[in-house]
Every structure is written in structure tokens, then in C-alpha cells.
């Protein structure tokens, strides 16, 4: 290569160092800027605060927000990505970890846009897709809530996002490709109390972040809403289309307990669900519950499906042995349940479930303990892994899926080892 192209390269290389130089000095100072001034102190009413309270539990944010035995809103909640963990931010008013020199118009920009204060692009893990709809006055409703919690001093872990998604600027280009989509409605209706039920499933309660599949880049696929992801927990968050729902049991009135209690005919709160009856659905009012209810089955809703309850003894199996052996203590011999122990089988929606995989990874893992709304308990469920292989998990499951579940999609040992093979600390949410 002549010397003259050699400059040339060089040349070429110091400009782009240069600028490269000049955008994080730049970045730096913004950050510091952002940094300095006084916190914020909020003037707010009695009645916009409990609007904000309100607000929060329905938004679920404590969920992602409050560790553990942690202070409330401090942050600290570790929240598995396919890109690595993501921690959930302090958002108590502490002016130096928290959001303590927000304005109400910075922080509505931040949880509707995705850009915090200092000018970083917030990470796809804090919904700001989803609450691009929310409306203002609800924003400003929580940001006075929160601005009038007691300031917590803690620093936010640090993620664990590798090269090259832990380059924030990189997110710039992500929400050009996916911020801008708009969820489609996941059932029919044109109600009030649709409507209602549509901004708090899909605004608000941010559902879909969850509910519904995603692409290869972490996007909600907002084509098929709210249809099941088995891929971000070490659980799976089922199918809540009106179909899906009717095809496992669900209809109004017991969607509506459930959320309100934890505990319906179909199923009892679990895994991620237990969190969110706990500090969000259970605290919500009746009429929004019925709204939530109303959108998940639409302004028509399909009749739930139903069972015949199961007479006859099955015929003798090694599969029907050990769920006398093993499970029966708890569940009934006939899997009718024991109030505050465990749940009754005949009907539950996992086992009516077209995917396995909850109950796969139940059978597995085991349950802890489940501390529910009010007084109701269930005791903790131990998990066979140890005791049991991949074929005989694979025989119990559809044995007990043919006996109370009505399915006879066979439950294949791979399918087993699969999940057996999976690390739950690396997939748990």
C-alpha cells in the first residue's frame, strides 16, 4: 500500500476517533449536567396521590421495582432478558440514585419514550412501548405518588447485558424499528367497559409484554396479541385470547375471581401471576375488573368449555400408581383438591393447556408455598425431578392430562429433558 493511501487511512481513522471522543465528552457532560440542581418537590393534592396509588398497583410497578425485602420502589429486581439480566431502577424520589430530579414532563417523556432524564434510551425491559398510550393525567397521577414516597439512597445494579446490546445508542435503532406499533386488540368489543378493560390490559397492565410472543430482537409481536410466550420465564404465560381462554375453562366470573383472589375453578395464582395478583389486580376496584375481564373475553364472549367430571376408575397404570404414590396425599385420589393445601386437578388450565410446559416444569421444580390476598394459603409442592426421568415425568403427565385435563396430545420424553436441561436461574423473571 503506497505511503500517500497509508496518510490517507490514518487521516480517516483520527477524524472518526475524534468524533467518537467528542460524542462520549458530550454524553459525559450531559449526564453530569443532568446530575447537578436541587430535587424536586412535588405540590400535590390528597386526591391525586391516591389516584397515583391506584395507579401503580394497576401499572404493576412494584413488580419490577421493589426487590425482595427491599425498601419499596428502590429498585434492585433482577429481570431476565435473552441479551442478559436487567435490574429494575430505584424510582423513589432520592435525588442522587432515584428520580428525585424529575419534572412530571421528564418523567412522562421517560415511561412513554423510553429516555431517561440525562438522555440515555431506558432498556426495552421498562415497557415504555406499552405505555406509549397512557394517558397524561395518569402519568402525572403516579409521578405524584411516587415523588412523595420516602427517598431511598440506592444505587442501581449493574446489568448484566453483554456486547454489543449493552451500547444504549444501539436502542435508537431498535424503536425506530419497533416502538411505533401499535397493539392490536386481542378480542372484539366496542363497550365502555371494553374499552376500559383494552387500557388496562394492554396501556397500563402492560400484558402483552408478556402474554404475547417475540421476535428475534425482543419485540413484542404485536400480530398475535396476548396468544402465549413460553420463552422469558422459567414458566410460561399462557394464551389469553378469548379462545385460548374459553378452550382451558375460563369465562368472566372466573377470570374476575382469579384476579381478585388469586384462586378460581380453573387455577390458583402461581410463579409471575401470584406477584401480580398480589400487589396489582387484587387492589383494584370491581368495576375495573370486570373492564379487565370484559376485554380478555370480549363484548361476546365464547362459552368456556367444560368437562365431564371423570366416574370411572382409569384402567391400572404405572403412571396412575405414582400419582397415588406421590400425589394424591395433597391433590385427592380422584384429584378433587384440598381447601388450603392444594388445588383441585379435575379442569385446571394447565392440564387443559395445549403446551405442556407449566405443567412439565411443575411437576419438576416443584411450587413454593403460595401466600395469597386475605387469609388464603396453599402449602408448598415438592418437585420429582430427582426421583423421577424424563419418561416416567412424560407418562405422569399424560396420565394426568388424559384423566383431568381431556387432552391426548402425547407429552414426549425430549420435551422433558429439554426443560429439565434448562437453568431456572437464568430464565426465572
Not at 383494552?198 to 397492565?205: I, K, P, Q, R
Not at 383472589?261 to 395478583?277: F, H, I, Q, R, Y
Amino acid at each position: 500500500m503506497s505511503r500517500r493511501r497509508w496518510k490517507r487511512l490514518l487521516v480517516w481513522a483520527l477524524v472518526i476517533a475524534a468524533i467518537v471522543l467528542v460524542w462520549l465528552l458530550g454524553s459525559w457532560l450531559v449526564q453530569r449536567w443532568y446530575q447537578r440542581g436541587p430535587a424536586v418537590q412535588v405540590q400535590a393534592s390528597a386526591e391525586q396521590i391516591e389516584r397515583g396509588r391506584y395507579l401503580v398497583a394497576a401499572g404493576d410497578c412494584a413488580a419490577c421495582h421493589t426487590a425482595d425485602d427491599g425498601a419499596p420502589f428502590a429498585g434492585g429486581v433482577p429481570l431476565a432478558s435473552p441479551f442478559g439480566v436487567i435490574h429494575g431502577t430505584n424510582i423513589t424520589p432520592d435525588a442522587q440514585t432515584g428520580i428525585g430530579r424529575y419534572s412530571a414532563d421528564e418523567f412522562f417523556h421517560a415511561i412513554t419514550r423510553g429516555e431517561a432524564r440525562d438522555g440515555h434510551q431506558l432498556y426495552p425491559a421498562m415497557p415504555y412501548v406499552s405505555y406509549k398510550t397512557l394517558a397524561r393525567a395518569d402519568s402525572d397521577a403516579i409521578y405524584a405518588y411516587l415523588m412523595t414516597r420516602p427517598a431511598v439512597p440506592q444505587e442501581n445494579r449493574a446489568n448484566g447485558v453483554g456486547f454489543p446490546f449493552n451500547i444504549r445508542t444501539g436502542i435508537h435503532a431498535w424503536n425506530l424499528l419497533f416502538a411505533g406499533a401499535d397493539a392490536r386488540p386481542a378480542s372484539q368489543g366496542s363497550s365502555a367497559a371494553w374499552k376500559r378493560g383494552e387500557y388496562l390490559v394492554e396501556t397500563l397492565g402492560h400484558c402483552g409484554e408478556c402474554h404475547s410472543p417475540r421476535g428475534w430482537l425482543g419485540q413484542v409481536d404485536r400480530d398475535r396479541p396476548l396468544t402465549g410466550n413460553d420463552e422469558l420465564g422459567r414458566f410460561a404465560a399462557p394464551d389469553l385470547t378469548p379462545t385460548g381462554l374459553a378452550a382451558r375453562g375460563w369465562d368472566r366470573a372466573s377470570l374476575r375471581a382469579y384476579l381478585a383472589t388469586g384462586t378460581a375453578v380453573p387455577a390458583v395464582a402461581s410463579d409471575e401471576m401470584l406477584k401480580v395478583v398480589n400487589l396489582s389486580t387484587s387492589r383494584l376496584d370491581g368495576k375495573d375488573l370486570d373492564a379487565i375481564a370484559t376485554y380478555l373475553t370480549g363484548d361476546s364472549p365464547r362459552p368456556a368449555t367444560t368437562l365431564a367430571h371423570p366416574t370411572a376408575a382409569a384402567a391400572p397404570s404405572l403412571a396412575q400408581d405414582r400419582y397415588f404414590a406421590l400425589c394424591a396425599g395433597c391433590h385427592g385420589r380422584d384429584g378433587q383438591g384440598v381447601p388450603h393445601v392444594a388445588p383441585a386437578l379435575h379442569g385446571n388450565s394447565s392440564l387443559r393447556d395445549a403446551n405442556p410446559h407449566n405443567l412439565i416444569v411443575a411437576i419438576l421444580d416443584g411450587m413454593p408455598e403460595h401466600d395469597l390476598p386475605g387469609l388464603e394459603r396453599m402449602q408448598d409442592m415438592p418437585g420429582f425431578a430427582e426421583q423421577l426421568d424424563d419418561a416416567q415425568i412424560a407418562e405422569l403427565a399424560n396420565w394426568l392430562r388424559a384423566r383431568y385435563g381431556g387432552r391426548d396430545e402425547p407429552v414426549l420424553a425430549d420435551r422433558v429433558h429439554a426443560l429439565r436441561s434448562a437453568t431456572p436461574e437464568s430464565e426465572h423473571r
